[in-house]
């Protein structure tokens, strides 16, 4: 696929510097840029480097001029990186249909646009909006809906009554309504707690790959619309996570926790049960949260602290060594010893 500088500029909201007829063929790095490829620059250490390159233009911020290269300039290089990729990588289209080893149960509704692949299971009464792709290996539990635009890679699990909005994507592997984790003891033994509740999930959210999220104990656990949720991670039963909020890798957020809009929980952070985190929140990585936490500060630690007060806390451990070497010297000048 290729555009000319001024189709790629007229994409990003930006202005071309220079030739605006010049094909552009591809989007690279300024290390592995050739000839006809386009590429990135949000500093001027890497405006430099992609000026040296082979590449043909230069997306960059709009202070950056150059006498070698063609410049697009944007308001915000970063964005208008993400756009340009998705220009030069479109996601492949739906291919209609419904493969013959699909298992479709009679009441299921599929439209006709819909993409249904090898080997996947559709069950009564599901329903499967517009434009939808359901790559081999899939799973969709009874009464579950699928909003159009919805992809789901190879081999996800949707147990039933799951409802999954518009344009949302969910990595191979990932399961969404498993029983949540819940159990009490009766005569000795832990005696499961029925699950009956279910999943719902809101437009444009994206789940990576091997997530598992749990279904309510009695009623939903709810993603918010626009979350992007990282690999390997684990949603508790019940949980509410706001809206346009980012989980990132290996998290895990325990039973009924409530996170508001906006949020932002670092690689491996755990958020104890029944908790509330305010919106645009952030905590730092493997931090442990053990407290609700107000609309708009940033945590950090184990438990998880006040950003600041957490930083206060680890200047004082990295003193502790020599504190310890005075107090030492103080005790064998007053023992003598």
Request: hydrophobic letters at 45%; charged letters at 20%; proline letters at 4%.
């Amino acid at each position: 696929m290729s555009f000319t500088t001024a189709e790629i500029a007229k994409r990003l909201d930006g202005e071309v510097q220079g030739d605006q007829r010049a094909i552009l063929t591809g989007f690279a790095s300024a290390e592995a840029a050739r000839s006809g490829d386009l590429t990135f620059a949000e500093t001027a250490e890497y405006f430099a480097a992609a000026e040296l390159s082979p590449a043909t233009a230069i997306i960059a911020g709009k202070e950056f001029t150059s006498a070698s290269k063609i410049v697009i300039r944007v308001a915000n290089p970063r964005v208008a990186f993400a756009r340009a990729l998705a220009a030069f990588w479109p996601e492949t289209a739906p291919v209609p249909g419904i493969h013959p080893s699909a298992v479709i149960a009679g009441s299921a509704q599929i439209d006709p646009t819909a993409q249904i692949g090898p080997h996947c299971t559709v069950g009564d009464r599901v329903k499967i909006g517009a434009h939808c792709v359901l790559e081999a290996g899939c799973f969709v539990g009874d009464d579950s809906v699928l909003g159009e635009d919805t992809r789901l890679s190879p081999n996800v699990t949707l147990y039933a009554r799951s409802q999954i909005g518009c344009r949302v994507r969910i990595h191979a592997g990932t399961v969404i309504g498993s029983d949540g984790f819940g159990y009490v003891v009766d005569s000795g033994v832990q005696r499961k707690v029925p699950q009956v509740g279910n999943v719902i999930i809101g437009d444009d959210v994206e789940i990576g790959a091997n997530v598992a999220v749990d279904r309510g104990a009695l009623g939903s656990t709810i993603i918010g619309r626009g979350t992007k949720i990282d690999n390997l991670v684990q949603v508790a039963h019940s949980v509410e996570i706001g809206d346009h909020s980012i989980i990132c890798a290996q998290v895990g957020v325990a039973g009924s926790a409530k996170l508001g809009n906006f949020c932002v929980l670092a690689g491996q952070v755990g958020i104890a049960g029944h908790l509330k985190l305010g919106s645009h929140v952030t905590v730092g990585s493997k931090s442990g949260v053990m407290h609700d936490i107000p609309e708009g500060e940033t945590w950090l630690g184990i438990p998880a602290q006040p950003d600041k007060q957490a930083k206060r806390m680890m200047i004082a451990m990295q003193r502790l060594p020599d504190l310890l070497r005075k107090v030492a010297a103080w005790e064998k000048k007053l023992t003598g010893n």
